[in-house]
């Protein structure tokens, strides 16, 4: 069978990288990240993919997935595994309605898979786990994007998506909605993507990929958009920032350090029907808030840190803004923002329920699994029918662990909306229209998923990319 091969040659290939990366040394205590050279990097803005061909309905683009060496930490060379060789990713932007058609090159030696995490997606474009590019071939992906959101392009192969993401495979995709483009919301160099990850480095520079099957991999060093420690020099206006956690296994809870708060206006299905306002905003893996920042409030030269309250004192601050100049703001933010269409619980014709728990496998490591069972490609725990709603409850039941243990529950194709956490109605910050929800251990969400109108298999899944890859995953299929 041709895909047992590829799955064969796939382990080698993967297991080879592994090998490569972990015998060097790690990096110990992190004397290179002396805290002189906090906020000294200047934060860098992933440029834009230029299509190489556009018409009335489509634009064109290439992308290779190549191997590349950055200067990421000061004075060190880091080898990445990027698209166009970039780490992040190229950002794609784009209107609603209008289509993408991507072609991949795989110039690395690992197979690969690329999946639109957020978008409605036919199936045979949606980056199954198994539909892997092998290194040297290429794949076209087509996308209608009917959904006006800020959404991430990111790798998907079977079994080590938790390590081509590591080293590189993601990047952020920005779908702008037909009324969005009337609102007087920031806009150009006003409008800023970041995008979370956390890395671990060797002395030298190397990325160290070092996974638990709980915790994920171990880090020791945040980047924003690739940059460890960045510093953002900001006029005295609005600002909308699309925040992404791109990390494969780290929550954050974000905050500013002058109390001053968020304005948030979007979550992972796009714009929110009206503002609202946040002190703190949970961010699991894989999910995406839109938020205002208003830097007239402070006098100039005023510097204020995004931190991530759920770090230690000493590594809290992940960022810092500078206030340096005052320029006219014609921006504001209107009280309304989108016309969203309502998921009405009432009209469900089905109810499902998803555990998410330790399997229980003979492996020596640690597995996952939903509902008992470890992922299978060749079957699927649900079968829906397009254009439905169902409600489906999801529950971390994951009590053995000595900590927290949590579960970012992603669907594929389907967006839904939190109908209930723990029996109460959800926070402000996830009452918009979602893809991912977070589970801490105990917690029991309840939503309702309205299932667009494409057909065929699709995947929802843990978005701890170590549990994704150790069996917490799941096929369902739409009739
Ligand atoms: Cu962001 Cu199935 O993934
Ligand atoms: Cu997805
Ligand atoms: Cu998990």
Known sequence: MPSMLARRDFLALSGGAIAAISRLRPFSASPAYPSAHKFQSLLRIPSLLRPTQSDETTDYYEIEQRQASLEILPGRQTTIWGYQGMFPGPTIKTRQSRR??????NKLDVPTVVHLHGGATPSDSDGFPTDLILPGRQKTYSYPNDRAATLWYHDHAMDHTGLNIFMGLAGMYIVEGQEERQLPLPRGEYDVPLVLQDRL??????????PDPVDGPATDVTLINGTTWPRFDVSACRYRFRILNASNARSFRLALSSRQQFVQIATDGGLLAAPCVAQEIPLAMAERVEVIVDFSVYPLNTTVTVDDQNASLAERSLLQFNVVRKVKDDSEIPDRLAEISAIVPSRATQRRSFVFTRADSSHSETR????????DAARAIAEVSANDIELW??????FREKHNV???????????????RNGKPPAPYESGLKDTAALNVGDEVEIAVRFPGYKGKYLFHCHNL??????????FDVH
């Open 201 to 210: 480095f060797s002395a030298d520079g190397a990325l160290l990929y070092r």
């Open 406 to 420: 949590v579960h970012p529950v992603h669907l594929h194709l389907a967006n839904f909306q939190i109908l209930k």
């Open 100 to 105: 993408t058609v991507i072609r991949h090159t």
């Open 368 to 375: 996952w699994s939903i509902n008992g069972k470890e992922f």
């Open 393 to 398: 409850r999801l529950a971390n039941h994951t």
């Open 466 to 475: 170590e549990h994704e890859d150790r069996g917490m995953m799941a096929r």
